[in-house]
């Protein structure tokens, strides 16, 4: 019971700690369609943001867009442009703003907004309030992204 | 459009013969249409030549394991008033051209095949109506829809029809759910590119009900359009709904003149 407890208590600790200095959806700011400020006080890990990237439940980004670097992985869409050196074409805050939304970038697109602190017609009951991806989620594909270049 | 950038991918220039007749698959966009897209395609098109073969021929077709169900129950007495839909329509041919022209307002009331025979089936020969989507419901749906295979799609959008076109124009190119996407997003500005392992149409319904080898039965157009709206997070407008009655309007029009597929074989 002790140690379940114990347990329990760092969770909360943790997660406090962590949620303190993220910024929310709503707090984004924006400079253009870029955001320069990290989400979270902890840097991205790129790996995890691999795997973001290629998870239909999470990102699902190589739905829409090819990326030579994870050939692969099965049925990449052609949706978006292509990701190969992507980091050659944006920088860090362009790419983060991207992430948290595209539609300051491209008027109109179809890339979701993945940290957009806003509702949309009939959103499903377990998505309202939600953001796709979480803040820490975000900074690691950005982390990720980075990785991406030819030059 | 180029097809063929994926191996399974068919040829662009093939073309849907079925018992001799050809079928249209690719023709100009409708007016109403035009300040939006020059073409219009069946979803055949943009299937595997595998999947495109089985629609080619009714033996191969597993859509007319259904139909020859819905022919026995067109035969068979059922309600209180022991009547068979072939006591009151002595041929089923007789509904040569309707599916063409559905759905369509009747005594004020937008009405899809399913309204028409649920109609019949609680009215005419006081038995119980079917589910919308089930197998009996969407097998005689199929075998009426049979009966116009070839004739080009052709519903009414003005008149009394206009403002049930309107609202599920509005449903249309409405941005829904958490993905904030409309129908147009992928099946109007889409076509033809790969979403992940899907290959996107227009999203035409000219073919259905439609046979799909994912779950082996016949699909009605509401459950597809309930699939298509929670993919993208959204809370789907309910089957048989007005607003998927609209929908399904507004759908069918983007399809006039494009021939009547019933049943379509998809993936």
């Known amino acids: 019971m002790k140690h379940i407890a114990w347990a329990a208590f760092a969770l909360i600790l943790g997660s406090s700690a962590a949620m303190a200095d993220v910024v929310k959806p709503g707090d984004v700011t924006f400079d253009e369609g870029a955001v320069p400020a990290p989400l979270t006080g902890q840097a991205g890990v790129a790996e995890e943001g691999r795997k973001t990237f290629i998870s239909r439940k999470l990102g699902n980004c190589l739905a829409c867009h090819e990326n030579s670097e994870m050939k692969l992985e099965q049925f990449h869409g052609e949706v978006g442009p292509s990701l190969d050196g992507v980091a050659d074409r944006w920088n860090e805050a362009e790419l983060r703003g991207i992430i948290i939304n595209s539609k300051n970038t491209y008027e109109g697109t179809i890339m979701p907004g993945f940290y957009v602190g806003e509702d949309f017609p009939r959103t499903a009951k377990q998505f309202k309030g939600k953001t796709i991806l979480t803040a820490q989620q975000v900074e690691d594909v950005v982390a990720y992204l980075k990785t991406l270049k030819e030059q | ?267």
Request: charged share 25%; net charge negative; glycine share 6%.
């Open chain 2, 1 to 267: 459009l180029a097809l063929g950038s994926h191996t399974a991918q068919a040829d662009e220039d093939a073309k849907l013969v079925i018992e001799g007749q050809e079928l249209v698959t690719k023709t100009e966009a409708p007016a109403h249409l035009q300040e939006n897209l020059d073409e219009i395609y069946s979803g055949w098109v943009f299937r595997s030549s595998e999947t495109q073969a089985l629609q080619l021929d009714d033996f191969e077709n597993p859509a007319f394991v259904f139909i020859d169900q819905a022919v026995d129950v067109f035969e068979t007495a059922e309600g209180t008033a022991e009547k068979a839909c072939s006591d009151c329509h002595a041929d089923v041919e007789d509904f040569k051209g309707l599916r063409a022209s559905m759905p369509r307002v009747k005594d004020g009331k937008l009405q899809t095949m399913e309204d028409q025979i649920n109609q019949c089936r609680t009215e005419q020969m006081g038995a119980k109506a079917w589910g919308w989507s089930s197998t009996q419901m969407q097998s005689m749906v199929t075998l009426v829809g049979l009966q116009s295979r070839g004739m080009p799609m052709n519903v009414t959008i003005d008149g009394d029809a206009k403002p049930f076109w309107e609202q599920g124009k509005e449903i249309y190119y409405t941005r829904h759910g958490q993905l904030n996407m409309s129908c147009s997003n992928c099946h109007e500005d889409n076509y033809d590119n790969n979403i992940r392992a899907d290959h996107l149409s227009q999203g035409q319904i000219n073919g259905f009900p439609t046979y799909r080898l994912k779950n082996a039965k016949l699909n009605s157009v509401h459950d597809r359009f309930k699939g298509c709206i929670r993919d993208v997070r959204a809370e789907p407008y309910k089957v048989g709904s007005d607003a998927f009655r609209a929908l399904e309007l507004y759908v069918s029009s983007r399809a006039n003149g494009l021939s009547i597929e019933t049943p379509a074989v998809r993936n």
